[in-house]
């Protein structure tokens, strides 16, 4: 598959590790840094997404995207990134997500702008999460170390299929982030999940012009 992630900000809380851990599937152990979990909300608009050998479709090929995630490794110390839930405005790459990839994606309304501003609303909530964001320093590629480094660079995703531990590559030029300040925030798409941050923002805040993605296919996870 070839994609492109564009207008991405990242805001991460840390959480507590144990909570964490008991929500992972086998195989799985939460990836921490210093000794601190994080869960994130990660938001973007997804474009000229396809086969490597079509082309994009204008009805299919671009859609917001709004995902809450956590950091992990498999048994072989794999990391990758594990998926709580995935909001898209896309019914058809809702269920191509769900049927090939055995992702949690969950159909939603959502909006871009103006400006750099997502809403997301997931179907049967009442609630919209809103978000706006701006950066507040240069974009730069991430120091291998880094916390920053640490949530972003991340090749890997994991999920389960037919009752197996499958992990999904990816491939792209590094992140280049920028620190940001979020001038709109929600804890809604964490609290859909089960989650409770206390209603307090943010710990860490980034974003991201884009990137153009390779993705491929699915193989068994070291479980």
Not at 31 to 50: E, I, S, W, Y
């Amino acid at each position: 598959m070839r994609q492109h992630w564009d207008d991405l900000f990242f805001l991460h809380w840390e959480y507590d590790v144990a909570a964490l851990q008991a929500r992972l599937p086998a195989g799985l152990t939460v990836d921490t840094f210093a000794g601190k979990a994080h869960l994130g909300v990660v938001g973007f608009r997804m474009n000229a997404v396809r086969p490597a050998f079509l082309p994009a479709l204008p009805w299919l090929s671009s859609f917001n995207e709004l995902n809450v995630r956590t950091y992990v490794r498999d048994t072989a110390g794999e990391p990758g990134v594990w998926f709580f839930s995935l909001d898209c405005d896309r019914a058809p790459a809702v269920a191509i997500a769900r049927a090939f990839f055995g992702l949690p994606y969950e159909h939603a309304a959502m909006s871009f702008g103006p400006g750099l501003a997502q809403s997301c609303r997931r179907r049967g909530e009442a609630e919209t999460a809103r978000y706006a964001w701006s950066a507040t320093s240069a974009p730069q590629a991430t120091t291998p170390g880094s916390l920053e480094f640490h949530l972003a660079e991340r090749y890997s995703f994991f999920s389960r299929q037919a009752g197996r531990l499958v992990r999904g590559q990816v491939h792209h030029a590094p992140y280049e982030l920028s620190q940001a300040i979020s001038t709109d925030w929600s804890d809604l798409p964490l609290r859909w999940d089960g989650f409770d941050v206390g209603g307090r923002a943010p710990d860490v805040a980034h974003c991201c012009q884009g990137v153009a993605i390779e993705a491929f296919s699915l193989v068994p996870a070291h479980a």
